[in-house]
């Protein structure tokens, strides 16, 4: 099955200590993404990745990392976590160009 | 800059209303995409639609029809004869060639309740 995995989907963590979410994808896809959405600013672009090694910032990069050392793979890190990245996080892959998007399950993030 | 505005935060209705969520975007290039997706409660991204700016046919899926019109920036998403499996959060998004190739650029959606 063609598909977008997250894991975890829910973590609740502490101010500070590092961690990372992992995407993966079975579609052979060149674009991923990270989204986070917050109520009422809906879904803002974090970091994206166009192919393997090249990665670029989106609209809110500050705060996280990311790496794409393998085309099916593409992990968000926070290396500091703050309260202000409690959110929702969406991990997306698609062809290249005009194609929609394939989202992941969602990661839920707590950050107390 | 990119924009795409939903005006609509909440949207109720009563099953089998016909509802109509807006969409006005914001662009400077010629060449983009737009797209309508559904959140249901569940929390999951469903894709919807995909217009690109060369076609302005309406498009008809079952119950759910899209209207683009360029001259005013609008791709409008209708529902007919509502259902409850209709309630979700929905987003429509922009994607276009100036700058990043990748950013969607995404409303801040609709919430639709449909009641029985």
């Known amino acids: 099955e063609a598909q977008v995995t997250q894991n975890p989907r829910y973590l609740i963590t502490v101010t500070g200590k590092k961690l990372t979410v992992t995407c993966s994808q079975n579609m052979n896809h060149e674009y991923m993404s990270w989204y986070r959405q917050d109520p009422g600013l809906g879904l803002r672009q974090i970091y994206y990745s166009m192919n393997v090694e090249v990665t670029d910032k989106g609209d809110v990069p500050e705060g996280y990392k990311v790496s794409r050392k393998e085309k099916r793979n593409f992990p968000l890190i926070l290396e500091s976590p703050s309260p202000n990245q409690t959110s929702l996080y969406f991990c997306?892959?698609?062809?290249?160009?005009?194609?929609?998007?394939?989202f992941g399950p969602g990661t839920r993030l707590t950050v107390t | 800059a990119q924009k795409v505005t939903q005006a609509q935060t909440e949207i109720s209705v009563v099953e089998k209303e016909d509802v109509t969520l807006d969409c006005v975007y914001e662009t400077r290039d010629t060449t983009y995409y737009l797209f309508w997706y559904k959140q249901p409660p569940s929390g999951e991204l469903v894709f919807l639609i995909r217009?690109?700016?060369?076609?302005?046919q309406n498009e008809i899926s079952g119950r759910y029809s899209w209207n683009f019109q360029k001259s005013t920036s609008s791709f409008n998403f209708t529902i007919t004869a509502s259902q409850v499996v209709d309630s979700a959060v929905y987003f429509c998004a922009l994607k276009d060639y100036g700058g990043s190739q990748g950013n969607l650029i995404f409303g801040k959606g609709t919430k639709l309740s449909v009641k029985p």
């Open positions: 997306a892959s698609s062809l290249p160009g005009s194609y929609e998007q394939y």
């Open positions: 217009r690109n700016s060369f076609d302005e």
